[in-house]
């Protein structure tokens, strides 16, 4: 019988964090129905995850683990256990109990209303403050790079229903950020307010350089935008530089006005700027559209428990 509910958690070095949130998704789940499944997927943690994930597949039959061959990254590891998994329900929430497994109750309860998508809005998000200054500056940009607009107090617990699930999984988009991707999927979308707590344990494994690689994902992956600001203004440089040529012959014409060779320089270096910068952006367009083409599995499963 197919559960009626699947939850699933992608863990990267959280090796203090598996006994205690299984056992607190246990005690949800109890609460809501007794046919349910816990899918754990362990994206390539540096640390012994795997082995805390096997012991609790042991001791819970509805609790299953899947290993990826390496670290494919979050977003890639959700797609693995929605792609996995057979509820009707799919819930899913990060490994570091930010998220409160009670409000799963909640997300139920909001698609009885009749929403195939539920996404959670944090009351008060307990990040560092330098975090929450990147995060407005990174919405602020997206909102202007991109079709779709981003809200900052979303969390990262939300429930789709099997049709959302099935269409998320048939698309093989390589740069993925899965909350944007069940947005373009469509369907009725609702919200619900949650409170955000702080990590149960360590922190959190997102380096600057991992924050970045998903901020150009995000941009560069739902709209051409970019390009279009960039040809815009290469366009109005153009134009510019017409109408600044015409008042120079003006000026020499008409009045002793001896042009200085600094502020050539000064053209010839923000016009290469211009064209380095257009190349820039094109060439991560081009290396997104490499990575597509190559065709390549979005992960790949090195091990699964309790599947059969």
Same mark, same amino acid.
């Given at each position: 019988?197919?559960?009626?509910?699947?939850?699933?958690?992608?863990?990267y070095? /959280?090796?203090?964090?598996?006994?205690?949130?299984? +056992?607190?998704?246990?005690?949800?789940? @109890?609460?809501?129905? =007794?046919?349910?499944?816990?899918?754990?997927?362990?994206?390539?943690?540096?640390?012994?995850?795997? #082995?805390?994930?096997?012991?609790?597949?042991?001791?819970?039959?509805?609790?299953?683990?899947?290993?990826?061959?390496?670290?494919?990254?979050?977003?890639?590891? $959700?797609?693995?256990?929605?792609? @996995?998994?057979?509820g009707?329900?799919?819930?899913?929430?990060?490994?570091?109990?930010q998220?409160?497994?009670?409000?799963?109750?909640?997300?139920?309860?909001k698609? #009885?209303?009749?929403?195939?998508?539920?996404?959670? !809005? +944090?009351?008060?998000?307990?990040?560092?403050?330098?975090?929450? !200054?990147l =995060?407005?500056l990174?919405?602020?940009?997206?909102?202007?790079?991109?079709?779709?607009?981003?809200?900052?107090?979303?969390?990262?617990?939300?429930?789709?229903? #099997?049709?959302?699930?099935? /269409?998320?999984?048939?698309?093989?988009?390589?740069?993925?950020?899965?909350?944007?991707?069940? +947005?373009?999927?469509?369907?009725?979308?609702?919200y619900?307010?949650?409170?955000?707590?702080?990590?149960?344990?360590?922190?959190? =494994?997102?380096?600057?350089?991992?924050?970045?690689?998903?901020?150009?994902d995000?941009?560069?992956?739902?709209?051409?935008?970019?390009? +279009?600001?960039?040809?815009?203004?290469?366009?109005?440089?153009?134009?510019?530089?017409f109408?600044?040529?015409?008042?120079?012959? !003006?000026?020499k014409?008409?009045?002793?006005?001896?042009?200085?060779w600094?502020?050539?320089?000064?053209?010839?270096?923000?016009?290469?700027?211009?064209?380095?910068? /257009?190349?820039?952006?094109?060439?991560?367009? $081009?290396?997104?559209?490499?990575?597509?083409?190559? @065709?390549?599995?979005?992960?790949?499963?090195?091990?699964?428990?309790?599947?059969?």
């Open positions: 019988m197919k559960p009626e509910i699947s939850v699933v958690s992608p863990v070095g /959280a090796e203090k964090i598996v006994d205690e949130l299984v +056992r607190q998704l246990i005690d949800s789940l @109890e609460q809501i129905t =007794s046919n349910y499944e816990i899918i754990l997927v362990e994206d390539g943690s540096p640390d012994n995850s795997w #082995r805390k994930i096997q012991e609790n597949c042991l001791k819970f039959k509805q609790v299953k683990g899947i290993k990826l061959s390496k670290n494919f990254g979050q977003h890639h590891a $959700v797609s693995a256990g929605i792609s @996995e998994s057979k009707n329900s799919i819930v899913v929430m990060d490994c570091d109990l998220d409160d497994p009670k409000d799963i109750q909640k997300l139920i309860d698609t #009885r209303e009749g929403y195939d998508t539920v996404f959670t !809005i +944090r009351s008060k998000r307990r990040h560092p403050l330098l975090k929450r !200054i =995060s407005k990174y919405k602020s940009l997206f909102s202007l790079l991109s079709n779709e607009e981003f809200s900052l107090l979303n969390g990262s617990l939300y429930l789709i229903n #099997r049709k959302v699930a099935d /269409a998320v999984t048939d698309l093989k988009d390589k740069p993925r950020l899965m909350g944007q991707v069940i +947005r373009w999927v469509g369907f009725k979308v609702g619900i307010e949650v409170k955000h707590k702080d990590r149960f344990e360590g922190k959190s =494994s997102y380096s600057v350089e991992k924050l970045m690689n998903m901020v150009w995000g941009w560069i992956s739902n709209s051409d935008k970019m390009l +279009r600001i960039v040809m815009y203004l290469g366009v109005f440089i153009s134009i510019s530089a109408f600044a040529a015409i008042l120079i012959i !003006i000026m014409s008409f009045i002793d006005f001896m042009t200085g600094s502020s050539i320089i000064v053209a010839i270096l923000f016009s290469t700027g211009l064209i380095l910068l /257009a190349q820039g952006v094109v060439g991560l367009y $081009v290396g997104k559209i490499f990575e597509q083409t190559k @065709e390549r599995p979005l992960y790949i499963i090195d091990e699964k428990i309790n599947f059969n």
